[in-house]
């Protein structure tokens, strides 16, 4: 394996408010007053039950980062070449426009044809950043250099290099920060990921995401050098 060959990526995602609309309805489940007479608790239990409701519904939306459907990419961060971080060979894709961080990843990240066939890393791209940026593709109407099935192929390292699964013998999860911290001495930055929805609006709130996802990419590429040559 030459791990210089590689690009390093990661994605940010956040909630399509416009989207909300047309989340599926969550069943509201009516308070169970069994043989209560009093009207306070009567009142109470009511209460109860559309709190839990509002709170199923925060989650809900909550949760629409994690799905293509309801969800946009906020960038996608990446690292080429070496494993030096202090090489200036890393960047963000990052713009309000979802469509321009697509087709940068397409064009510049992982053109395909140009310097020859894109590989890859990711931590959990397999499950997550690789299906994500292609359904979006697809409803955005975005036309992928390279079909997705190319990232896709399951127990090779190759073309895409899924850290995540390496590390679990491709049984299983584990969280990225955890691996980090155990093998590098280092893991994630704190962040609040309720706030892109926010931050991508402005300038300066693009820099914190950016920040936040260089260093997710900055963390991946170490582990990649770590584990190359090793693990496979």
């Known amino acids: 394996m030459r791990?210089?060959?590689?690009?390093?990526?990661?994605i940010e995602t956040y909630p399509d408010i416009d989207m909300i609309g047309k989340l599926p309805e969550i069943p509201f489940e009516e308070a169970k007053t069994g043989n209560l007479k009093d009207p306070d608790k009567i009142a109470a239990k009511e209460a109860e039950a559309l709190s839990k409701?509002?709170?199923?519904?925060?989650?809900?939306?909550?949760e629409m980062a994690l799905n293509p459907l309801y969800g946009k990419i906020?960038?996608?961060g990446y690292q080429m070449g070496t494993g030096d971080s202090t090489?200036?060979?890393?960047?963000?894709a990052i713009d309000q426009d979802e469509e321009k961080v697509i087709r940068t990843f397409f064009d510049k990240i992982i053109p395909f044809g140009q310097t020859g066939s894109p590989?890859?890393?990711?931590?959990?791209?397999?499950?997550?950043?690789?299906?994500?940026?292609?359904?979006?593709a697809m409803i955005l109407g975005v036309k992928p250099t390279?079909?997705?099935?190319?990232?896709?192929?399951?127990?090779?390292?190759?073309?895409h290099c899924d850290l995540m699964q390496v590390w679990c013998n491709w049984y299983g999860r584990e969280k990225l920060d955890n691996v980090a911290k155990a093998l590098l001495g280092e893991g994630k930055q704190d962040f609040d990921f309720r706030?892109?929805?926010?931050l991508i609006k402005v300038s300066e709130g693009r820099e914190k995401i950016a920040e936040y996802c260089s260093k997710d990419v900055e963390i991946t590429s170490k582990l990649f050098y770590k584990m190359a040559n090793i693990l496979f």
């Open 119 to 136: 590989k890859i890393v990711t931590w959990n791209g397999m499950g997550f950043d690789i299906p994500f940026i292609y359904k979006r």
């Open 3 to 10: 791990p210089g060959e590689y690009t390093v990526i990661d």
């Open 195 to 198: 706030t892109i929805k926010d």
């Open 53 to 62: 409701h509002e709170e199923k519904k925060m989650a809900q939306v909550a």
């Open 74 to 76: 906020a960038c996608v």
């Open 146 to 159: 390279v079909s997705m099935g190319y990232f896709m192929k399951r127990y090779q390292t190759d073309t």
């Open 87 to 92: 090489i200036n060979n890393k960047g963000c």
